[in-house]
């Protein structure tokens, strides 16, 4: 029989809870109350608690147009949910044949494939701004969404394929040989029965690739330099002035770009499950 | 329905593991076949290379006359069980049956009905809107057989489809198999490694070891007549005693042991040693003239209305079904006279294992 853990005990692993939880959202609510903070200037009481509540940041931020009076907020607003849903759906596409390739064919080069994948994500993403600068350059492809989009999906695809693979060797090939004798050839038993029960994979992998794109600031600061083709991290980073930084708008953006991803991440965190597979084959 | 004829088939792996060598097989139209034999022998992988799933390296397989070798799975309309069931786990047992049928594109409403028909005759009408994992192990099976019969294949491969069922539930299934095959009247080629599927299932056997076909025929034909000490060991259970006994005379001894020499065998065409083939129950405590065997009770299993007793007699081990009422009060230790039924001892050479057959005599 399991000892029931003390009541004093109790009181310490919650406490301890409650503590860790202060520590991560106290920077958490101190953004969001320089975000209902109207005033710009970094506030310099400890308390996280907001004692004005005004959405003018928020509004500023919307609302900011250029001198050709072209609305800012929409542009970098479009741009980014392109680039991270056309990475998004790229990466998909891309990972999960090749990672269905690598789990299930013996072809030539498949082990020092999968490896070289690896040796990429060995590099620090800065390390490439300028090799990737030069060929988005000859290419055309600076200040475009197409070229954002290829660098972010070049990032992406290596980890999303070693996902994809580490769950696809999970699936039993007794269900492809079964679909063999059904009648199924490669596409219909990828589509029908190896798709659907990736799901969860299928997940993560979207989640993550979406996240690289929405977040990434670095490699997007290079490529970019038009107003209006800036994603929303970049755009952001204009109010970390060299002089002044403008504290409450930053909150406010910080909020407007994290949201869709945590959004993003309930919608879908209930197919993050497990056990898909079970009733299928004999454990 | 479907011929099969098998010539020569062998199976070699890339980098030279030899797994099957020149199988020659012919499976009659509607006839049940069972592939039977240790693991490893090389069953399975015939019976996936009948399916399409393994390449053949050597021979040919054919089907209806034509050799289907290079035939794709999917066209030469076979269908199969898998141990495993490999039930599709996302789809319900309506859609599994149906995959098939989905595929060829069958019209919806053929397609119901066809699986419906299946589902009736397996007793799943009730389930079938269930996915796999809310289904119990003999309701997964039916639903693998099922999704096998919904077209009606030429053919039926079935790949240790009861070996994951308990025991009362693996009878009970073997039941219903014979009496699918009854109804169906379809070619079925089944693995298994247990010798009483093999025995109770097939209209002929095919022993399999170490890649080769060793011996194939009725179930009786095997049990009666083995070829050889391998075949005779495996098939019956619990398993024949062999004895290595020495011919003098007309008869067959060793320290302990005589039993008179079968019919037709002359001891001169005979080797200084020959294994005597004796199953468990053709040996008894009363007296015969088929020979007898002092031995020493080793121990004593009560099976309910008989026993089995493990005897040793020297260094031989002597296994004995008898009924129970003779085995009670035998102890470890105490000295025992086992009789062989007449004419119930089988001839084996010694070195080579094979069956020594009288000249003629029965």
Redesign the interface.
């Known amino acids: 029989m399991n000892r029931r853990p003390s009541w004093l005990a109790a009181v310490g692993w919650n406490l301890a809870l409650v503590v860790a939880c202060a520590v991560t959202l106290y920077p958490v609510l101190w953004v969001i109350k320089m975000a209902l903070t109207p005033s710009q200037a970094f506030d310099l009481s400890p308390s996280p608690i907001p004692n004005t509540f005004s959405l003018s940041n928020f509004h500023d931020l919307v609302m900011a147009t250029d001198m050709a009076g072209r609305w800012l907020f929409g542009h970098w607003l479009f741009n980014s949910v392109v680039v991270a849903g056309a990475t998004t759906l790229l990466s998909l596409a891309l990972a999960t044949t090749a990672a269905y390739a690598f789990s299930r064919f013996v072809f030539p080069g498949r082990r020092i494939g999968m490896t070289l994948f690896l040796v990429t994500q060995m590099f620090p993403g800065v390390v490439m701004a300028i090799p990737l600068y030069l060929l988005l350059d000859a290419m055309n492809l600076l200040d475009s969404m197409v070229g954002l989009t290829l660098v972010y999906s070049t990032t992406a695809i290596p980890f999303c394929v070693w996902m994809m693979k580490g769950y696809f060797d999970t699936i ?1 090939k ?2 492809e ?8 050839g490669r596409w ?1 038993m990828f589509f ?2 190896i798709l ?2 990736a799901r969860p994979a299928i997940v993560v992998t979207a989640l993550f690739s979406f996240m690289t794109a929405w977040n990434e600031f670095i490699l997007a600061a290079t490529f970019l330099s038009d107003e209006t083709a800036f994603t929303l991290p970049v755009a952001l980073q204009r109010y970390v002035g060299d002089y002044s930084t403008e504290w409450g708008h930053f909150a406010a953006g910080a909020i407007i770009v994290s949201t869709p991803v945590m959004a993003l991440f309930f919608a879908l965190q209930r197919h993050l499950i497990g056990g ?7 454990g | 329905m479907a011929e099969l004829k098998l010539r020569g088939v062998g199976k070699v792996y890339d980098g030279g593991v030899r797994v099957l060598s020149g199988i020659d097989l012919d499976v009659a139209d509607g006839e049940f076949l069972v592939l039977v034999g240790p693991s490893g022998c090389g069953k399975s992988t015939l019976l996936r290379m009948i ?3 393994e390449h053949i390296t050597e021979g040919t397989l054919e089907i209806d006359g034509r050799v289907v070798n290079d035939v794709a ?2 066209d030469r309309d ?3 069980v ?9 789809m319900t047992v309506r859609q599994n049956m149906g ?2 049928l989905q ?2 594109r069958t019209a919806a409403a053929e397609m119901d009905a066809k699986v419906e028909e299946a589902a009736r005759m397996l007793g799943l009408s009730g389930l079938l809107d269930r ?5 119990s ?1 003999g309701q ?1 099976q039916r639903v693998a057989i099922g ?1 096998a019969i919904v077209r009606r294949p030429r053919v039926f491969l079935f790949d240790e489809p009861l070996s ?1 069922l308990d025991a009362n539930l693996r009878g009970q299934m073997r039941v219903e198999l014979k009496a699918l095959h009854r109804d169906l009247g379809t070619t079925m080629i089944y693995v298994t490694h247990d010798q009483i599927e093999a025995m109770t299932l097939a209209d002929r056997i095919c022993l399999l070891e170490g890649g080769h076909a060793r011996q194939v025929d009725t179930p009786s034909g095997l049990y009666d007549r083995p070829d050889s000490r391998f075949v005779a060991s495996f098939i019956g259970s619990p398993p024949m005693n062999f004895l290595p006994l020495a011919p003098a005379g007309n008869r067959l001894t060793a320290a302990g042991i005589s039993i008179p020499m079968p019919a037709g065998l002359p001891s001169d065409r005979l080797r200084a040693t020959v294994d005597v083939g004796l199953r468990p129950h053709e040996l008894g405590l009363a007296e015969t003239d088929g020979g007898s065997i002092d031995a020493t009770v080793d121990l004593i299993e009560m099976l309910g209305w008989d026993a089995l007793v493990h005897a040793r007699c020297g260094d031989v081990p002597v296994l004995a079904q008898i009924e129970a009422h003779g085995a009670a009060g035998l102890e470890h230790g105490a000295p025992i006279r086992f009789w062989a039924a007449p004419g119930a001892a089988k001839l084996f050479d010694h070195e080579t294992g094979r069956a020594i057959k009288g000249g003629g005599a029965a």
């Open positions: 039993p007794d269900l040989e079964a679909a063999v004798m059904d009648g199924a219909t029908r029965i659907p029960l898909l597979t079970a009733g299928g084959v004999k | 399916a399409g799933l799975p999917k076979v269908a199969m898998f141990q495993s069931y490999a039930l599709y786990p996302h995959f098939s595929i060829r996915l796999p994992r809310e289904l192990g997964r999704r994951n």
